[in-house]
């Protein structure tokens, strides 16, 4: 376990910023820039080290060139309970020690609950980013996270009005709900004339429209061998081009233990890669034909590059691209997701003008700036 406390000035606000996990990073980018900029904040990164492969955590702090995190806990893999309970204990001594005004929890990973509930015990008020996301669905480890994260913030910054609505019915008083719009389209704002430039196109041999991308990760498919088994026989059957599948690590021990990924190997239309990088995925997105995946952030990278996306899930807490007619919820069902993908294929020009003319409700791309202002003028104490 490493630290490197920070120092404080006085008169500034101290925030501590709590992540972990891939998505994590790369949605706090655009904050952790603006926070590093503001003479009248103070903030300190904690990495859980819930993700610790390079191509997991790492290459975004290159990419977007972030400083090294104050303090990372180097928790690692685990079942839930062990690695939601190893933040904790390791997190409290920091938070202890750092005394931060705020704790800043981004997102919906057991880092995100272990940040919010050690700072919420210690008295610590909470924001939440990514506030009021909700699939309705409580075997999915992330709808729990949210969901407690959510009832022990103090300030809860929203993506959508859907989301704002979300946490209104689930009785959260008005004015601790501030709805930004999503840190995830500023940082596409902010990285897409860069992931233009990437030569992963051409690293990989594929043309544009000419290939769908498929990532995979969520427990419910990867962890489950009849879900994951009708997933990969769908893609086995999608011949008629190219399928570029940068693999999660979950996902490569999963499909390692059974036959699965050999079986992939075989097919000449699927390049299996390791995770490829921000920049790399984005101009993946945009270039595909259509996306599969169960990503949340990837169903709403497609949706603002305007590519048609098929959702490896039942549910999505992201219901404005299904509600939009740009995203197609399919779960595991091979014959679906074939009929679908080979729709989309038919129908690519028709469908270009459609998604091109859909509204976004995701806001302007300014999340991280109203978080900051609404932090500044908040009454938290300053140090
Ligand atoms: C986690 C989040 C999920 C998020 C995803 C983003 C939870 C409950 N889940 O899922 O919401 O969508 O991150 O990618 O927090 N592993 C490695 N190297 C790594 C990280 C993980 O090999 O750097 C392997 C380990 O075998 C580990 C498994 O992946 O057991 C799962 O990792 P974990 O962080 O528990 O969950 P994710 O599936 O990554
Ligand atoms: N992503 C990436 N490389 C990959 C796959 C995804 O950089 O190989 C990015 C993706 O563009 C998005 C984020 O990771 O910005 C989504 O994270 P992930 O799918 O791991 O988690 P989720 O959004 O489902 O929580």
Redesign the pocket.
């Known amino acids: 376990m490493s630290y490197a406390c920070g120092r404080k000035k006085l008169g500034k606000l101290t925030v501590a910023l709590i992540l972990?996990?891939?998505?994590?990073i790369i949605k706090s980018s655009p904050l952790i820039r603006l926070f590093n900029a503001d003479e009248q904040v103070h903030l300190s990164v904690i990495h859980t080290g819930?993700?610790?492969?390079y191509?997991?955590?790492q290459v975004f702090f290159d990419e977007f060139s972030l400083p090294e995190p104050t303090a990372n806990l180097e928790v690692?893999?685990?079942s839930?309970a062990q690695?939601t309970a190893k933040i904790m204990s390791r997190l409290e001594p920091v938070l202890l020690e750092q005394k931060p005004a705020l704790v800043l929890v981004p997102?919906?990973?057991?880092?995100?609950?272990a940040g919010a509930l050690t700072a919420a015990k210690l008295n610590i008020p909470v924001a939440h980013i990514e506030a009021g996301a909700r699939s309705y669905d409580n075997r999915m480890?992330?709808e729990i996270?949210r969901r407690l994260t959510d009832h022990c913030s103090s300030m809860l910054f929203t993506a959508t009005k859907v989301c704002s609505e979300n946490l209104l019915k689930e009785g959260i008083r008005k004015e601790s709900i501030h709805q930004v719009g999503d840190t995830m389209y500023e940082v596409l704002l902010q990285q897409l004339p860069k992931a233009e430039k990437t030569a992963i196109l051409k690293q990989l041999a594929v043309q544009p429209k000419a290939y769908a991308l498929l990532t995979l990760?969520?427990?419910e498919n990867?962890d489950n061998f009849e879900n994951l088994k009708r997933i990969i026989a769908a893609v086995v059957r999608l011949e008629k081009l190219a399928v570029v599948f940068p693999v999660?690590?979950?996902?490569?021990?999963q499909l390692c233990s059974s036959n699965l990924y050999s079986k992939l190997e075989e097919q000449r239309h699927i390049k299996l890669v390791e995770p490829v990088s921000y920049l790399e995925n984005i101009s993946l997105i945009k270039n595909a034909c259509f996306v599969m995946t169960d990503?949340?952030?990837v169903q709403k990278e497609a949706f603002w590059l305007k590519t048609p996306c098929i959702t490896l899930r039942e549910n999505t807490e992201w219901v404005e691209t299904v509600q939009l007619g740009a995203n197609h919820l399919l779960g595991s069902d091979t014959d679906c997701i074939v009929n679908t993908a080979e729709e989309i294929i038919r129908n690519a020009e028709a469908l270009d003008k459609k998604l091109a003319k859909l509204p976004n409700p995701f806001g302007d791309g300014l999340a991280s700036q109203k978080i900051l202002e609404t932090l500044k003028t908040s009454r938290l104490p300053r140090c």
């Open positions: 972990g996990a891939r998505p994590q819930q993700h610790y492969d191509e997991m955590t690692g893999s685990g839930h690695q997102g919906d990973t057991n880092s995100t609950l480890p992330e996270n990760h969520r427990q990867v999660h690590p979950r996902t490569r021990k990503s949340g952030g």
